[in-house]
């Protein structure tokens, strides 16, 4: 008889046969495959083959578990392993189809004994619905996965991040203080908390109202509220270098207090402020003005005395020529080390009592220039004045004449070689402005950033062996700054320099003089 096909019992008194059960075999929706007891198939219905693309006769004989996935081989193992006589629970496969895709289906079998032999039937019941839904079930455990990995990826970096950030904070040896825009704490690092610790603070209140001791640069005068740093970097300030005293007694800090503000997008968000205890700085420089100011005045007393007995001996008739002479360089040394002596006493000084009134600069200028002309001529540099009428403002007439003076003899100092210095002064709205160019030397870029220090002078300067101490711009800015006023300049190596001086003014001035 042929395989698959039997005969069908009778029902009631008639037998009944169904004689084209191989065409119902071949036709039905789901696939059929006969294996036998070592996996080889032995026959197969054209759904199955169709279905995988494959001959019927070509899948006789093959092994049936060549046609699975990989994947599923030892699931199916273990599955095929179990099979009795009773029909297995379904198990999910994919079939290897032409062209490397994958057929997804169900399979369910039976085994049986066929002709002597055991055999299992297997029924496969294709599922392309299945595949789809897996495979975005798969994409979506995979993006799951992706997402979970880049989550610990980016929480690790973070808490490493987080860790650098704290180990440089408090590695460094300054206080690092971040506050939100009401001051309060957001971080501080370990140098922060050990000052406060030190200066007996609490907390941020303590820096943050009137109930600690702070006080201005002085240390004497309280700094009033609105000028605390943490209030002021809370308003989204930025500032530099406030220089302050926290605490009392013996144990007052100086402070140097910085701050930035953050903004993201144009808000501000919070402000970081760095705090430098200066203490034994501010206090260095406090004995260094101290010391400079009593050797000052020590020499001043007898270079005077000195002076004194030189313009005695020049006052005697028929000395020699060679004692004149020798008296006479004597005199000028003493006068240029006198000179020295009153910068040296003016820098360590604290600033006293200015004696203002109301005087047209425009004289003032004028004598200065032309009290150096004589030098000028020596270094073969020519001097031109253009003033203003009418330049009246209310200063101390002698400490303007010190400034003029200092600028236009370092205008001509440094022009050894000869060229032009050109004084002018004019009036800009409410402010008289002074201004000395030269064509001299100039300063480089790293000389410019260093012009108002004390002592500062270039290479160019000591190439040149110029006189001088370095502290007459010094004195220079102190005395307009005491004034009110502001002195600010411009340079280039080799092609000379221009200060501009501005004080404010009082009254007209009209009118243009040149000298």
């Not at 240390?219 to 530099?240: K, N, Y």
Request: a negative charge.
């Amino acid at each position: 008889m042929p395989m698959f096909s039997r005969r069908i019992p009778r029902i009631g008194r008639r037998r009944t046969s169904i004689p084209d059960w191989p065409t119902l075999f071949h036709r039905s929706p789901s696939g059929y495959v006969l294996v036998s007891g070592q996996g080889v198939i032995l026959e197969s219905n054209s759904t199955f083959a169709a279905w995988t693309g494959r001959n019927r006769s070509a899948l006789a004989g093959t092994v049936f578990s060549d046609l699975l996935s990989p994947e599923d081989l030892l699931e199916y193992q273990r599955w095929s392993a179990a099979l009795t006589a009773e029909p297995a629970t379904y198990l999910s496969v994919d079939f290897n189809g032409s062209g490397n895709s994958r057929l997804p289906a169900h399979i369910s079998a039976v085994r049986t004994a066929y002709r002597g032999r055991t055999v299992d039937l297997l029924t496969v019941f294709p599922m392309p619905g299945r595949r789809r839904y897996e495979r975005d079930l798969v994409d979506a455990l995979q993006q799951a996965e992706a997402a979970e990995a880049a989550r610990g990826v980016a929480e690790r970096a973070a808490r490493e991040r987080e860790s650098l950030l704290k180990t440089i904070l408090d590695t460094v040896d300054v206080g690092v203080l971040v506050v939100d825009d009401e001051g309060r704490e957001i971080l501080a690092n370990a140098h922060m908390e050990a000052s406060r610790a030190i200066l007996g603070a609490q907390d941020l209140s303590d820096f943050k109202s009137g109930a600690w001791s702070v006080y201005g640069p002085d240390r004497i005068t309280p700094l009033p509220d609105e000028l605390l740093p943490i209030r002021r970097a809370a308003s989204g300030e930025s500032f530099s270098q406030q220089i302050m005293w926290i605490g009392a007694g013996e144990g007052k800090m100086a402070v140097s207090v910085c701050s930035r503000p953050v903004v993201d997008g144009g808000d501000f968000k919070c402000s970081v402020l760095a705090f430098s205890d200066v203490t034994q700085l501010v206090r260095a420089l406090a004995a260094q003005g101290e010391f400079v100011g009593n050797v000052s005045h020590e020499l001043r007393t007898p270079l005077t005395s000195i002076l004194g007995y030189l313009d005695m001996a020049l006052e005697e008739e028929q000395l020699p020529g060679a004692v004149e002479s020798a008296l006479q360089a004597a005199v000028r040394n003493s006068e240029r080390l006198l000179q020295l002596v009153s910068d040296l006493l003016s820098v360590a000084s604290d600033n006293g009592a200015m004696e203002l009134q109301e005087v047209d600069l425009a004289s003032t200028v004028a004598a200065a220039a032309d009290s150096f002309r004589p030098h000028a001529r020596i270094n073969g540099v020519e001097i031109g004045v253009e003033l203003s009428a009418g330049l009246r403002a209310v200063v101390d007439e002698g400490r303007i004449r010190q400034v003029l003076e200092n600028l236009v003899s370092n205008a001509v100092k440094y022009s050894p070689g000869g060229g032009t210095v050109q004084v002018e002064a004019r009036r800009q709205d409410e402010t008289v402005v002074i201004e000395v160019a030269d064509t001299g030397i100039g300063m480089t870029q790293a000389e410019q950033e260093q012009v108002f220090n004390k002592f500062f002078r270039s290479g160019q300067v000591l190439t040149a062996a110029i006189p001088g101490a370095g502290l007459g711009l010094v004195i220079t800015r102190r005395i307009v700054e005491e004034h009110g006023g502001s002195i600010d300049f411009s340079s280039e190596a080799g092609r000379g320099s221009v200060f501009t001086v501005k004080l404010p003014a009082a009254g007209p001035g009209p009118g243009l003089q040149s000298y």
